[in-house]
């Protein structure tokens, strides 16, 4: 059984750029799950998606946007980044009739 | 809005002895799973223990246990015979049982609670 797995592991970028994270779902799951943890906090809700749909969303604004393939991957887009975006971001998938959520290791973001 | 808070920024426990970390919430919601995930340095997320709101039964993996008192909406857990792997950032979390809605799926974390192992 593969586990959720991110890329890239690190990265950096300038204030006004635009990111994209890549996710790879648990074998089985299909639905993925974003969030946002600043450092020393817990994670906040980005959104969730199911059938390559958004399924569900926290208090993000547009500038987030997220995919969801026909394999269950997916991947989170930031546009024209600021500082406050720096955080590192968790993947995280389910089964969409299932309770339990299962990470992947994180991207860590960094806005200059 | 569901809230969970964890009031203990630290905690620090000996070797093979038994640490309990606290965990409060706020919900108007009867149907709902509480977890308890642990977060070491190398960032990675692991789910420790999952409870049920409807069960009255408390949850337990191996050395780890819940304490559920739903009328007070509190969820601690409890580690026996701590190791040196314990050590780690423990956050509490609240997902609806509710299907639908905007926040369908969502998990609502507390501000973590760092735990040191002493050998």
């Known amino acids: 059984e593969t586990g959720v797995t991110q890329s890239p592991t690190h990265l950096i970028k300038t204030r006004g750029q635009q990111v994209t994270l890549r996710c790879s779902s648990q074998?089985?799951?299909?639905?993925v799950s974003w969030y946002q943890q600043a450092l020393g906090q817990g994670p906040q809700f980005i959104f969730q998606?199911?059938?390559?749909?958004?399924?569900g969303r926290g208090n993000f604004p547009p500038r987030f946007s997220g995919l969801q393939f026909p394999n269950y991957s997916s991947e989170l887009n930031v546009n024209a980044l600021e500082l406050d975006d720096s955080a590192l971001y968790l993947c995280?998938?389910?089964?969409?009739?299932?309770?339990?959520?299962?990470f992947g290791p994180g991207t860590r973001l960094t806005v200059t | 809005a569901q809230t969970v808070t964890q009031s203990q920024p630290e905690m620090s426990v000996q070797e093979a002895e038994t640490v309990t970390l606290s965990c409060t919430y706020d919900t108007s919601e009867s149907d709902y799973y509480l977890f308890w995930y642990k977060q070491p340095p190398s960032r990675q997320m692991i789910l420790v223990i999952r409870?049920?709101?409807?069960?009255?039964q408390n949850a337990t993996e191996n050395r780890f246990s819940v304490n559920f008192q739903k009328a007070a909406k509190s969820f601690s857990l409890k580690i026996s015979d701590s190791q040196l792997g314990d050590a780690a950032m423990y956050f509490c979390a609240y997902r609806s049982a509710r299907a639908g809605g905007t926040s369908y799926g969502k998990l609502t974390f507390g501000q973590g609670t760092i735990l040191t192992v002493h050998p």
């Open positions: 998606y199911y059938r390559e749909e958004e399924n």
């Open positions: 409870q049920e709101a409807y069960k009255q």
């Open positions: 995280a998938s389910s089964l969409i009739e299932g309770n339990e959520q299962y």
């Open positions: 074998s089985g799951h299909n639905t």
